[in-house]
């Protein structure tokens, strides 16, 4: 499994937070087994690989980090969608934005472009063009904003 590949996993379970009470940490201990892999595997083709260490790794930091700052992440959205209220946003888009977000605050090794251009190839498998453009948009001026000495 990549790298890219263990991202939207990462979002799938950030979406599914969204309408969920459990924590981040229930959420993980459930879906990373390699049960939770053959069923899900079933109707989607990115889980017949069971994550290696790493991949898991990479996976708990980012659904854990979504889980534990996710009014930080949901503030921000807010902040950079110009005339939109949070609650209207589509929610697969919140999720690969708060994934992203994270990312970019909270893991400096990796380059904010290479997790803003992921953010895209994964908005482009799920939602129209339209959303895709709004997810870029508030991404980036959220990087310029924010960390401008990173720009």
Do not use: C
């Amino acid at each position: 499994m990549n790298r890219s590949t263990a991202r939207e996993i990462a979002v799938h379970f950030a979406f599914e937070l969204a309408f969920s009470d459990e924590r981040a940490q229930q959420l993980l201990e459930r879906e990373l087994t390699e049960e939770s892999f053959a069923q899900r595997a079933k109707v989607e083709p990115m889980y017949v690989e069971f994550p290696g260490n790493g991949e898991l790794d990479y996976i708990t930091k980012l659904v854990l980090g979504v889980g534990g700052h996710g009014a930080e992440l949901d503030g921000y959205i807010e902040k950079y969608a110009k005339g939109w209220r949070f609650s209207r946003i589509d929610r697969v888009a919140s999720a690969i934005m708060r994934v992203t977000m994270y990312e970019i605050l909270y893991m400096p090794d990796i380059p904010n472009k290479v997790s803003i251009n992921e953010a895209v190839e994964i908005a482009k498998k799920y939602l129209d063009d339209d959303v895709v453009k709004f997810v870029n948009g508030i991404l980036g001026s959220f990087v310029r904003s924010e960390l401008p000495e990173q720009e």
